[in-house]
């Protein structure tokens, strides 16, 4: 996500920057038309792509009004849902200069209001641009700006969706675009595969209104008109499947297709790669959303792992799109507790699986060498108490002191051994090497078999 656009292309002499009213947002002084809902086809995304991409007069209006269509299809829509998700599940907070975590924040951040914003802020991955204006005020609130009239290529608001008279964007404080002039979103690549599954799904239809049900031939004689008559009505009322009526002179055959696709699979596969096609686009991977018949765990798991790849490139771009200054500033402005320095960022969450091995290992290594207390409170998610240095201290009084030979333990144990293993007789243990082994125990069960 980035809101940078060359500066050739924003000072292009055929935009024309007007001033905007003072008192007036910029929302309301745009002309909405409607979106073209007509039947779209592979000349429509085509001709689209290329005036997108126009060194003079660039237009994205018909690859957007493409995409408001091709949006409607189910997978593409389910997965594009999946990605979303996959960031706003994530727990976001804002931390000051110091690093401390600002409770104050946490409302808004938790709101419906600011999950809009991440929702929107996502869609410049679909759509390459996108935009809001923060409606002034004491309430954190913003309107969407359409797309079709926000022209990244010179930097306004137009007034017009296919006209290049408007607002330059960067000079109001309350706007804010996100997007690079060169970027049309992943739905370019998806238009082809969904268009190409929509025709496929027709003819498929067709296909099972043709053959699903059986066709019925009728001959008659051709000089008996009464029993074409009488034949045409007893036909009509039985039913409504496939009828033909022919002359018994006539030559007739039907040719189904059942030779090569009795059951119409032909559709179902082409149906199957263009949804496959999308997953790959949007998520980087199929398995995650579809499971193919000879894919097993180990395919899965990898697939699994790429997506999360994505998730955390979405994660990253998120944190470094809040911090730009201009929506610190615009933040400021509702007079909420945000400062230079100060930084939005995802909190990391605990993978039980990676942890339940990295534990071992952890207690292995604290064993041969000093391991800071800081390490395993921040690897394993754990809160430092606030009386730490009080605890700390009462846990080096009670740990047992080295022995210089076989003597009684404590609470009259047997004898020491000086070369036993301290972690096969826990009460020889400090607390915090007790807790690494009731951790260590915990993951790996098969420890103590």
Known sequence: MNAKSTNKQVNSPEATKIPLPEGQLVVNQTIIRPIDRQVKDIGYWRMGHIAAERIVYPNRVRLYDLYEDIILDAHLKGIWKKRIAGVLNKKLRYY?????????????????????????????????????????????????????????????????????????????????????ADNFGFLLECAPYALYKRGTMADWSQFSEIFGMPMRVAKYDTNDLKTKIELKTALDASGSALVMMIPKQADFDIIDGKVTDADGSIYSNLKDACNQEMSVTVLGATETTTSSQKSGYAQGKVHADQQLEITKEDLEDMQTTLNEAKFIAILQSYNLPVSPGGMFRYEEEVNIDQLSKRILIDAQVARTVPVSDDYFYETYGIDKPDNYDELKKKMEAQATPPSAGPAAGPEGDPPGDPKADPFDNPKSLGRLDRLRMLLANFFDPARND
Request: proline share 5%.
């Open 96 to 180: 000051d200069k110091a690093g401390h975590a600002v409770e104050e924040m946490d409302p808004l951040i938790g709101g419906k209001v600011f999950r809009k914003l991440i929702k929107e802020l996502m869609q410049e991955k679909a759509y390459g641009v996108t935009g809001v204006e923060f409606t002034p005020g004491s309430e954190f609130s913003f309107k969407k700006i359409n797309r079709k009239h926000i022209k990244p290529e010179t930097g306004i608001i137009a007034i017009e969706q296919f006209g290049t008279e408007g607002y330059a964007y960067d000079q109001l404080p309350f706007v804010w675009v996100v997007g690079d």
